[in-house]
């Protein structure tokens, strides 16, 4: 027992350390995120677990031998780790509200306690006041091209829309399984949020995922009305290669190269909120991880094995779809991301700065890893109170500029 003891108290300093200082190296890039992920959110069931196991330990054994005094030194430190993590999330709130405070957005839930009914249920998604309608057919083609809707029980006319697209390096993935926490939360304030599904790779090549994505919008704006949604109102969001998705999104409306035989319907969006998105598909910004992403076999099977470089590889690349007219946009990204590098979001987001007249906010998590926002947590749920505070913001001036224009029009 007390071998067993030791064992995993060194197994949880271990994990609490990669939380804190994420093993780096493309190698481990995999592992680190799945560990610090699951740690970093998870601190405080972690913490707990520390607690109890240490606890029932001394009871039950004492703390007479060295390897005794060991897992205890060592669950000391895992509870020392685990307390820096929590505070560090805790700082999300005041992160976020400082990245809206840049664009002019005030945050009325920044400062408000930690919901910790809510964090100490991570993967409760349903609230009674929210509905979900499930695998309705936007376009045809099997599974793939369905979406599922999340509305308010009572369909409040003219709500606002969210396309949330899932990530999963453009090869796995699913709209069961990502967004949840967003959209329910938006959907009970009276939004109408739509979780889509697309081809994947390497049975799809690129464009195929930005095609369906379009067609999902075309559909939404027929559609949504059914739910309640305003058709003239549709926001983009998603994370990881959803993330570049959204973006892509936001960054080609209307263009007929990704509309074939849909050229006439609306794309356009009022609004993008990419999260931990890959941003440079074509190692523009010459950053070391990018590079050896856009060298690895993933870009074969995102982009085909005919691609092209540079070609191909900058026509799915946001950095190479900036624009002026963009919408408004809210970056947010994780300092401790061992997937997609922190320095490949700041980069974006200071180029698309230098072009967009929209507004384009940046929030940088320290000490968050890839995938914060999947279940709920102390950071993610205050990260997507302000992302509702954010999307609510740019509907209300939105709301304020059309009747000037329509008046004026007059």
Known sequence: ???????????????????????PGMWASVPAFFAGWLTTELAPQQLGATLVDAAVHVARHGASTRADRAGLALAALSAAGLTATMVSSRRAGQEMADALREIGVDDPGAGSPID?????????????????VGNLEYAPGGVRFRVDVYHHRDTPPNAPMLLQIHGGGWVIGSKD??????????????????????PLSPRASWPAHLIALKRAIGWLRENGGRFGGDPDFLAVTGGSAGGHLAAMVALTANDPEFQP???????SVAACVPMYGAYDFAAETGIKQVRARVESRISEMVLGKGARFP????AASPLARLRADAPPFLVVHGTHDSLLP??????????????????????????AQHAFDIFHSIRSDQVIRAIAAFLESVRARRSAVSPATDSRAG
Not at 1 to 22: E, H, K, V, W, Y
Request: hydrophobic share 45%; proline share 4%.
């Open 116 to 132: 910790w009914r809510s964090s100490s249920r991570p993967f409760r998604m349903r609230r009674d006041d929210v509905a979900r």
């Open 1 to 23: 027992m007390t071998q067993g003891f030791l064992l995993r108290q060194a197994i949880n300093a271990a994990l609490t350390a990669n939380a804190l200082r994420p093993v």
């Open 261 to 267: 035989g849909f050229e006439d319907v609306d794309t």
């Open 177 to 198: 399984h990502q967004g949840l926490p967003l959209m329910v939360e938006l959907a009970s304030r009276g939004w109408v949020c739509a979780a889509v599904n697309y």
């Open 311 to 314: 070609e191909d590889y900058l």
């Open 342 to 367: 922190v320095t490949e979001a700041r980069e974006f987001v200071s180029r698309l700065r230098a072009i967009s007249t929209s507004p384009v906010a940046y929030a940088e998590l320290r000490g």
